[in-house]
């Protein structure tokens, strides 16, 4: 995973690109003049390339097993899934794009937050694209947890395809009732020393923007632009709060583990008595993997936690539009939604509206199995909060780095 002080410094240097950006190439063009049956006939016999992050084995055997199959067997479309994540997705198309190269060298990609961000201040993505999906008539586009993506409408330059919240993780024999505040927590840190850290990446950010907002009590305060003022004074009560842990943090907090399996690791040898993920089923998933014990569960603390989706971009210079728009199509089709959903395939949440999609497919999703350690979505949802506008994430990330890492 790359250092997220690396992304900060990124954001910071796309800020003062000033670049032309040619028009899409033709084939994207006249994708828009065409309807969806002649834009499906388009993308027969094409091969497309996605990319995409590929850390967990779970998502890769949907998309590799089953996604990749379906796609070839009812599109007729060769998808070929490639390595790559935020700050790779943006080097590579900023770097395409100052070479003035008039195809990109992926079709679509796995984006969201910061990412979108930036893709869309170097003009790189195409669209508005959605409404062109016919599956896109299925999807709650006023839902601010789909319709806006860190504070940022997508206006239909990114397509919803997942939708997830932040959850920690605990072993319910060694950890009965864990904390469930912020004072809980502290109290509970400086009576079992050692036993518990904050990852310094994205998950682990996005637990400490959770606490940001949550030390003020005021679940919307972080909503809207960013905000220097209101940034510098929130992340200061956030690091005086950290401080205070630091020393009962795991090895006094003089390091903080870089990437999230360390975490789960930690936890599953019992070093650590909490670990934590962004995808909220993931504790049922890696019970069933054999990772974690079968006594762990989930838990949130009362002041909640972000709440966010996650999307598909094309690129503008794609020379695949038509393939790309139709695998997107497919991603947030029923069937697909469907089986990503299952707790034992991914246990992504769905970004359909249940209420729109017609039988059998209303009641296929509604009788799916319960979570079984994995706290029930409507639990969630009741202290979920609206991801901030990006620049939080970066400040954060990189004044993390400063006063806990140095």
């Keep these: 995973m790359v250092p997220l002080f690396s992304r900060a410094l990124l954001f910071f240097q796309l800020v003062w690109i000033v670049a032309c950006t040619p028009p899409p190439t033709k084939e994207a063009s006249k994708v828009w003049t065409q309807d969806w049956a002649a834009i499906e006939q388009q993308a027969r016999g094409t091969t497309v390339r996605m990319m995409m992050w590929q850390g967990d084995p779970l998502i890769n055997r949907y998309m590799e097993d089953w996604v990749v199959t379906r796609v070839k067997e009812q599109l007729d479309i060769d998808l070929q899934l490639l390595p790559g994540q935020g700050n790779e997705v943006v080097k590579r198309l900023l770097a395409e794009k100052e070479a ?211 999307y598909l971009g094309i690129p503008s210079h794609t020379p695949q539009a038509a393939g790309a728009l139709a695998v997107a199509n497919f991603l947030i089709s029923p069937e697909a939604q469907l089986r990503k959903l299952q707790p034992s395939v991914w246990g992504d949440g769905t970004v359909l509206d249940i209420s729109r999609l017609p039988e059998p497919w209303r009641s296929s999703f509604q009788a799916l199995p319960e979570r079984k350690n994995a706290l029930p979505r409507s639990v969630l949802q009741t202290v979920a909060l609206q991801e901030p506008a990006p620049e939080y994430m970066l400040r954060l990330s990189e004044d993390f780095r400063k006063k806990m890492l140095q």
């Design 100 to 310: 003035g190269k008039q195809e990109n060298s992926f079709d679509l990609c796995w984006i969201n937050g910061e990412t979108f961000f930036q893709l869309r201040q170097l003009e790189v993505l195409l669209g508005p694209f959605t409404q062109v999906l016919p599956n896109s008539q299925y999807i709650n586009f006023q839902n601010p947890f789909i319709g806006i993506d860190f504070q940022q409408p997508v206006e239909g330059y990114e397509c919803p395809w997942g939708n997830v919240q932040l959850a920690l993780i605990y072993d319910s024999l060694r950890t009965p009732q864990p904390p469930q505040t912020l004072q809980e927590l502290e109290d509970w840190v400086k009576a079992n020393p050692g036993k518990f850290t904050i990852p310094y990446e994205f998950t682990g950010m996005t637990l400490l923007k959770s606490w940001m907002i949550g030390l003020t009590g005021n679940p919307t305060v972080l909503n809207g632009p960013f905000d220097e003022s209101k940034y510098q004074a929130l992340a200061s009560g956030l690091f005086q709060y950290l401080e205070r842990l630091r020393p009962y943090l795991w090895r006094q907090g003089t390091t903080f583990p870089t990437s999230l399996s360390a975490t789960h690791q930690l936890f599953a040898n019992g070093e650590l008595a909490f670990t934590m993920s962004n995808n909220d089923t993931e504790v049922d998933n890696k019970i069933r993997q054999g990772i974690f014990p079968g006594s762990a569960k989930s838990f949130v603390f009362k002041s909640g936690t972000i709440q966010n989706s996650h």
